[in-house]
């Protein structure tokens, strides 16, 4: 049977050229950074170049980038971070309802702990309305924390505009960038940002290593206290062949994101396309132009995602409901439950996120097997039984 990854946004797989470049890091290379002689200086070397050329492909300074295991601890040291710093000028923070859990359970803890948060609300497509995040100032709001692009529906907030926003108040602006870098232009001087987290194993990276972009001059407490690594700001040992590895892969990602876009996009469109014209009672969750060239989901009415994944999976198709880190919860999305979805719709969504190795013939057997499943799922559903019956009266 054919295995067919759509699962992207979970995770995605390491390309062999950033294998590569890591392996001499584990072998021969090992050092430690900070020791002297000479298989620690490669590391040191291999430490800084990394450094440069991720802040060159985003834009920024080389003192500005610091490595840290990924998207969740970046997101946590930047709330928290500048929680700290700032909160004798004020204890308010703006965040979205529809981010991260790395954002919204940190956001959670500070307001246990005298911070006050306001949850802005998002429209059908999950956009977040510049206007609201600027009602939202106040005299005492210290932190705006917006992502670039949500996880589950792939909708792509109007982050230049909002940045422009905290900049002319003068709060400080951080953004969630973790399924943005390397998959769409990501530049930090244009998305007026002052603190950007991103994770390499969204874009064929590895897993446990990603960055924290923080604007010069601004202020920040570290989140892990030790020895004087990453200029005295987060201590612990580099992990170097991971760094060097998310350097790879950003670079990767980067050269060829217009073509690989180009090719998602075409996918992306032709699978909800097909689905659509397949299947009925199915929407298309996110934003219909705004979106990430490789997010898909579709809420399928009167039908539960987690059994859909279920039957998919044994036809060898990888997907996912909602996010990697919300299934096996039974709660519905947060993110859909924002975008307006009652609780039972919210239940039956399916999210594929495609990768620059799929191709149209797995886009084909997936509109082959889905329509099959989806009717199956819903001849035993007792929703769709009172539906129908309604309908015929
Ligand atoms: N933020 C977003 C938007 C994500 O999608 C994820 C991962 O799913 C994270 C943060 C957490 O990143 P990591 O898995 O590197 O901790």
């Not at 609201?132 to 949500?150: C, S």
């Not at 090719?263 to 219909?288: A, C, Q, S, W």
């Not at 947060?334 to 797995?362: C, F, M, Q, W, Y």
């Amino acid at each position: 049977m054919q295995k067919i990854y759509f699962d992207n946004a979970a995770t995605t797989s390491m390309k062999k050229e950033v294998i590569d470049a890591m392996m001499p890091y584990f072998t021969e290379s090992f050092g430690n950074p900070s020791s002297i002689y000479e298989i620690a200086r490669e590391n040191k070397k291999a430490l800084d170049e990394s450094r440069d050329k991720i802040a060159k492909l985003l834009g920024a300074d080389s003192k500005e980038i610091y490595f840290t295991s990924g998207g969740t601890e970046s997101d946590n040291w930047a709330i928290k971070g500048i929680a700290d710093v700032y909160k004798d000028k004020g204890n308010h923070i703006i965040t979205s309802s529809i981010e991260h859990h790395a954002v919204l359970h940190t956001c959670e803890y500070l307001e246990k702990n005298g911070f006050e948060v306001t949850y802005l609300p998002v429209d059908e497509y999950g956009q977040v309305n510049p206007k609201d995040v600027e009602k939202a100032i106040k005299d005492n709001t210290i932190l705006i924390t917006i992502m670039y692009a949500n996880n589950e529906i792939g909708t792509i907030q109007p982050i230049e505009e909002i940045g422009k926003i905290a900049k002319e108040k003068g709060v400080i602006f951080h953004t969630d960038a973790v399924q943005a870098v390397g998959h769409i232009p990501v530049d930090v001087k244009k998305a007026n940002v002052d603190l950007l987290s991103l994770s390499g194993h969204k874009f064929h990276g590895p897993k446990g290593v990603g960055a924290l972009y923080i604007r010069k001059g601004i202020k920040i407490k570290p989140l892990l206290h030790g020895g004087a690594q990453e200029r005295g700001r987060r201590g612990g040992t580099e992990n170097v062949p991971g760094i060097v590895g998310l350097a790879k892969a950003l670079e990767l990602a980067v050269e060829n994101m217009e073509e690989n876009n180009k090719k998602m996009i075409e996918l992306r469109d032709y699978i909800i396309k097909g689905v659509t014209e397949k299947i009925e009672h199915v929407k298309l969750n996110g934003h219909p132009t705004n979106r990430l060239p490789n997010n898909i989901n579709f809420t399928f009415d009167f039908i539960e995602g987690e059994s859909l994944l279920l039957l998919l999976d044994m036809k060898g198709i990888y997907a996912s409901s909602g996010s990697a880190c919300t299934s096996g919860s039974l709660d519905p999305s947060h993110v859909l439950l924002s975008i307006g979805l009652p609780h039972e719709r919210a239940h039956g969504s399916l999210r594929i996120t495609i990768g620059d190795e799929n191709t149209k013939a797995e886009a084909d057997y997936f509109l082959e097997v889905l329509p099959s499943i989806v009717q199956r799922l819903r001849d035993m559903s007792p929703l769709y039984e009172e539906y129908k019956k309604q309908k015929n009266r």
